[in-house]
């Protein structure tokens, strides 16, 4: 699991950095189609990425579950699996704050351009 997630981790920085670059190169040269390409892609590898680690979670969870339940091993056995699974899913608490911060930002530029607007279209003296 652990070349498969670095395999797809890198996958993912690869498009998010690609993705960056032909934006920035994309003001310039007119390229802007594959920039927007490029982040669909991204987008999807991000979150196929993130399936692959809920659905790895999931489902190894449920088999030593059932391990314990047949081999009536000690349930104790799967106590260190609750806080790992818990760390992966709190990723989607990052993404909350994440999201808060752009949204502020989001809504000081909007103010801003708001301003520069409401300059513009002041009738001149």
């Given at each position: 699991?652990?070349?498969?997630f ?12 690609a ?7 994309g ?99």
């Open positions: 699991m652990i070349v498969l670095l395999g797809l981790m890198l996958a993912n920085f690869v498009f998010l950095i993705t960056a670059v032909l934006g920035y190169v003001l310039s040269s007119g390229i802007g189609s594959s920039h927007r390409l490029f982040g669909a892609l991204a987008a999807m590898v991000c979150c196929g990425v993130h399936c692959v680690v809920f659905t790895y979670f999931v489902a190894t969870g449920k088999w030593v579950g059932h391990a314990i339940l047949v081999k009536g091993l000690e349930p104790k056995l799967a106590e260190p699996i609750g806080p790992l699974r818990r760390a992966a899913f709190a990723v989607l608490a990052g993404n909350l704050v994440a999201a808060a911060v752009e949204y502020r930002s989001i809504r000081d530029n909007g103010l801003v351009i708001d301003g520069i607007l409401a300059r513009i279209n002041a009738p001149s003296n």
